[in-house]
């Protein structure tokens, strides 16, 4: 069956290292994406990519860096740089075009630095 | 930017009561989605809607797509329906609402 996978589900980091959070999808899709969510907001987006060797910046990119080597992975770094990494993220993908087409949401990373 | 807005943003029920958690948008979209994320848990897709209305178990989602307007029916409510319950919506990329947290109480 087809879909995204986002591993690990729960992860601890001690400050100050860099951590990656993958996001794998088997479903042919386009474009993916990179959400953020702390308590009592909206996810935000952190980075999207609609194609190969291509991505974006999104809202609160700041101390956070990604890869599109594939299509099927879009994983997500961490960095020392980003001040409140403890957070819960939320991975995404979708067909680039027709926009009102399948689009899938991983079960998401909770990431805890102490 | 879409601006996506939730109600209520807390919601207690008793155990059989019919639900509504209702979301607005600010811009015309191609497509709805309607997650659940119980807590610590993950996130669940429910539905995707560009138009009318689907309906899985008890669960029934509705989008006029005029009045940039969704809503999320539970019918016989169960304690494990207790959960956030998040609207998101795709313009370019995906904007979320700050969910509605829902307690049902047996």
């Known amino acids: 069956d087809g879909g995204i996978t986002q591993s690990p589900k729960y992860l601890f980091r001690k400050e100050g290292q860099n951590v990656t959070l993958s996001c794998e999808q088997n479903?042919?899709?386009?474009?993916m994406y990179w959400y953020r969510q702390d308590p009592g907001q909206g996810l935000r987006l952190i980075y999207y990519s609609q194609i190969v060797n291509d991505f974006q910046k999104g809202d609160i990119a700041e101390g956070y860096s990604v890869s599109r080597e594939k299509k099927e992975s879009f994983p997500l770094t961490v960095t020392s740089a980003q001040k409140n990494p403890t957070a819960f993220y939320l991975c995404?993908?979708?067909?680039?075009?027709?926009?009102?087409?399948?689009?899938?949401f991983g079960q998401g990373t909770r990431l805890t630095v102490v | 930017k879409n601006e996506v807005e939730q109600s209520p943003q807390n919601l207690t029920a008793q155990e059989g009561e019919f639900i509504t958690i209702n979301c607005s948008y600010s811009?015309?979209?191609?497509?709805l989605h309607w997650l659940q994320q119980h807590p610590g848990g993950g996130i669940v897709s429910l539905f995707m809607l560009s138009s009318g209305k689907k309906k899985h178990g008890r669960l029934i989602a509705t989008i006029n797509i005029q009045e940039k307007h969704s809503s999320l029916h539970i019918t016989a409510s169960h304690p494990r329906d207790s959960a956030v319950y998040i609207c998101?919506?795709?313009?370019?990329?995906?904007?979320f609402g700050t969910g509605t947290s829902l307690t049902v109480i047996p």
């Open positions: 811009v015309g979209i191609s497509a």
């Open positions: 995404a993908s979708s067909t680039g075009q027709p926009m009102n087409t399948e689009a899938f």
């Open positions: 998101a919506v795709r313009y370019n990329q995906f904007y």
């Open positions: 479903l042919n899709h386009d474009a």
